[in-house]
């Protein structure tokens, strides 16, 4: 299955907005919590620390999606920016969008997500090639990942990061200086 | 040193409120914590939940106090109640009255605690018998609270029970000595 | 019940035997183990050294009992002394004595252990006020000593550990008194 | 450099002795340890053990290596058979050769090994990918296994597993090379 565009309405820890169609080429893990998920806290998020550390060399990118289907007052942007601060977290963080349909934020039901944490990686290719409610042994997350990464980077992704549009908005890039260089 | 009365503002996981000296000749196990404190979370309030569970049929009482020093707008009674559902906390849990002169709230500031986690145990004559900053080993915590469970219950301490009035408020109550202090 | 002596064919960390008859008074911590018993290396032993180290300024004595009940040629005493040596334990440590009639050895028959690891706590009157086989709480470990540390001391202790003579063998001592009470 | 060849003098949970060279062609994972290691037995050891169980659909080959440097006595090949049944130990384990030379075993020589734990990754094409003394992460391990598991299998491979020849002996197989290669 193709990976859904992720719906964000705030970003932490990144200077600019990121898209996964901005990210074609390159694999994504893809960590969901709520700051108040008692096995976030103790097991995925942590975890997820561990694959931005181990991996930093590699052009793995992680992201940590802020899930919230449930106690909303309590963890709203403020809260989390707080919980960021305290729990030393440094890879990208996005906000799930609230839907207005329901308690369920947007990314979390296009996925398909039980509830939290949920590990989801993503291939250089776009597609989902792993997804997990639950704790999940570090070796296995390692494993998935370096051997996703071993895989060749597809022909059309320097393209598409270069367009790096989504229906979130759009990464810097200009139109015509893009063309010329990858024209040239 | 005696212990200063707690000064609070919400009380969770209990009927009435507390008071110290509505507690007067039993031994309290106080645990001052904030919900965004990595170390409260992974050590202070799992221990705490334990002492309640294993000191269950002592007349020990177990308190939690909701310290906020810093982050004051993602921490009020609405996220602490949250928190306190999704980690399945049972004591008696007290949010520490915030004070009109500065962050640090009335209580932590009547203690000179250094920050959180922080372990206070009073011994049956009311007086202040361990009070630590940082992680401390279960035995350790569990060998103080059963000495101090040894010792006799001081013999006025039946009246102090019975009259449970402090500077926050009376337990219900009914001889003519607290009549005539409210009164008065 | 009143604690069987130990039946104790070698000693590791002691400069002299040690017997129960000999410690009646103070409260002993005995901790059985097997070298090759994963819970007893996991947790037992870790545990027993925590005691050891967090009742240091007490009067209980630690004391852990090597109960061979399989794999005999593999944890002989040579295995044992090694073992001691690279876990870094500092406590006395009694080899319990290889029965004629079975694989259980004298001391685990005596106290009808199930198996390792197996922790008993004995009170100042010798009594075994504690017997649990598995794995146990340090708070409660931490308790449940404090508790019998803080009951008095019987009067005949003092007498009995002058003489400190038991069927394994005696500790040095040298008073008439002693003398008296044996010969009447 | 290419992995030296293992010097094994006794064999424990595989049918057959097992040899690098008749392994060329697989990752190999080996995990030298001592059963009187601490740091083997709460870490080492249980990490090869999760290898063991999560890899068990590739074609990765653990093999544990009792490299013997100290405590000679208390760790023969009798010790070891009961310390593999108590911890539940499913991969092959060799004993490594005693040196007339000192107290080194040949392997571990032939390594240049600090100590124990070590971790030892061979390649498919027979190369020390990773050596490290000490405790790792799963996920770095999980990952480095992956990422040579999907390098492709070399093309001479399977002639070298036909053969199955080593200096410490030779698999069974029946072509006239290798009859030839034995006899000459």
Redesign the interface.
Known sequence: MTAPELAVSTWFNTAAPLSLEGLRGRVVFLHAFQM???AC??HGLP?TQ??QN??RETDLQVIGLHTVF??H???GP??L???I???RLTFPIAVDQPSSEGPIPKTMERYGMRGTPTAIIIGRDGHVEYHRFGIE???????????L???PVPIDATTAQDTGCTQDGCVPSAGPISNSKAGS
């Open positions: 108040l998920c008692p806290v103790s975890q561990r694959v181990i991996f449930e106690h007052a309590a963890m403020e809260a920016k707080a919980f601060h305290e729990y042994d570090d070796m296995v997350i390692g494993a998935r990942l370096a051997t990464l071993a895989a």
